[in-house]
Every structure is written in structure tokens, then in C-alpha cells.
């Protein structure tokens, strides 16, 4: 059996490994915050949560997402071409025409919090 992180690698080669290797990286973080120990989203829940709704039936509402989660790190391992597919697509966009404006926009003058005038 292959190492999870190889099979990118031989299939679409090192620079897309890298990609897949980020991608498997962001899912798996992804999935650590919806289950204890370290699930900082239930414990946000918990604190806006209205006290009637018990710590266990937020656990237990959260078990759904771990199962969509723990299927899309499996189709990540997998099927590691599902992230990398458009690397070699051809640029249909010419990168010299985009142009990006940032208006500006006038800010109010500063608030003197000491009450004294310059």
C-alpha cells in the first residue's frame, strides 16, 4: 500500500503534489474544527446557544458534517486529479488587459478622544 502523499505525485507530478498536499491540508483542518477535541466550532455554538440546548445535542447535531467531511477527504486521497485537472488548462484570459480601480473614499477626520483641539 502506497503512502497517502505519493500517489499525487506519480499521477500528476511534483508541482501538483504540492497543490493536492495544501488542498488535503485545508480539508483536514477543516474537519478538526467540527469534533473534539480541538472542534472550535462547537464550542462557538456552545457559547450562543441558548442554556436548554445541551453540549451533547450540539455534538450529536455536528456528526453529519464529520461524515460529509470524512467523504471528502476520502475523494481528496482517491481522486487527487480532481484538484489538479485545470493546472495545464490554457489561459483564455489575457492577464495584461485586467485592470483593477480602487475608488477613493473620504474618510471623516479623525475623532480627538482627549477633548483637547490642535
Given at each position: ?38 472542534g472550535f466550532a462547537l464550542f462557538y ?74
Open positions: 500500500m502506497l503512502h497517502a502523499g505519493r500517489p499525487p505525485a506519480f499521477v500528476v507530478g511534483a508541482d501538483a503534489a504540492l497543490i493536492w498536499f495544501g488542498v488535503m491540508l485545508c480539508v483536514n483542518m477543516q474537519t478538526s474544527f467540527l469534533h473534539p477535541p480541538f455554538l456552545r457559547g450562543v446557544a441558548p442554556k436548554e440546548v445541551k453540549s451533547s445535542d450540539i455534538y450529536w447535531g455536528a456528526m453529519p458534517w464529520i461524515g460529509l467531511q470524512a467523504i471528502m477527504v476520502a475523494v481528496v486521497i482517491a481522486f487527487p486529479i480532481t484538484m489538479t485537472a485545470l493546472l495545464d488548462a490554457p489561459v483564455k484570459v489575457d492577464l495584461d488587459k485586467i485592470k483593477i480601480e480602487i475608488p477613493d473614499v473620504e474618510l471623516p477626520p479623525p475623532v480627538d478622544l482627549e477633548g483637547t483641539a490642535a
